[in-house]
């Protein structure tokens, strides 16, 4: 009897040691997983991606020098003119001595009504910009071409054309521009055989820089 018994826990001897050492596994790798973990006890928390780096703004381009809508003349005045229109050009273009000269510039808002040296509504801001351009750079001389339809008669389209050129001038000499420094001339036709009406090419006026 006793000799069964004996022989009955050395059977089990192997039993316990094996769970006694499954035992010990499980228990460090709980500790290993507690000591790894961050605070609060969340696991398997992927950490964010860097943030990326804001692009380096590109430079201004040379043929582009004003990136705001807003230009800064000699005398301290600020314009509000426009990325990109005749006036932000025309500055440029005075400012910059490589610039070759003469140049033309072209307003689209120095345009006439039909048969008519009546500039449109839109003109005056134009002019008033114009003017404020000239007068901050008081050596600069320009000209200004007018142009007219080619239908009808050509003698008339000629003095229209050259009556169109003056009356530009006079609104800038109004403004304040010394008139010795605007000389004026007819220009071509814009659409060969194309009536005024409808066609604001043949109804324009243009500036061209002579001088800085």
Known sequence: MAANLIGERSSWKPIL???????????????????????????????????????????PSATRPFASAWITLPNGRT???????????????????????????RFDELTFAPGSTELGSDADETLDDLAAVLDAYPSSRVRIEAHSGKVGSPAVNRAL????????????????????????????????????????????????????
Not at 25 to 44: C, E, L
Not at 165 to 183: F, N, P, Q, S, W
Request: zero cysteines; proline letters at 6%; charged letters at 20%.
């Open 79 to 105: 314009l509000d003119v426009g990325t990109g229109t005749a006036e932000e050009r025309l500055t440029w273009a005075l400012t910059e001595k490589e610039v070759p000269l003469p140049r033309t510039f």
């Open 161 to 212: 054309a050259a009556s169109r050129a003056r009356a530009v001038k006079e609104k800038l000499v109004a403004r304040g521009i010394a008139a010795d420094r605007i000389d004026t001339t007819r220009g071509g036709q814009a659409r060969a055989g194309r009536a005024e009406a409808g066609n604001a090419a043949n109804r324009r006026a243009e500036v061209v820089l002579l001088r800085r």
């Open 17 to 59: 040691a094996a769970a006694a050492v499954l035992g010990m596994v499980i228990v460090g790798i709980v500790a290993s997983a507690h000591h790894h973990a961050p605070a609060g006890g969340v696991t398997n928390v992927q950490s964010p991606a860097p943030a990326l780096e804001a692009p380096t703004a590109a430079p």
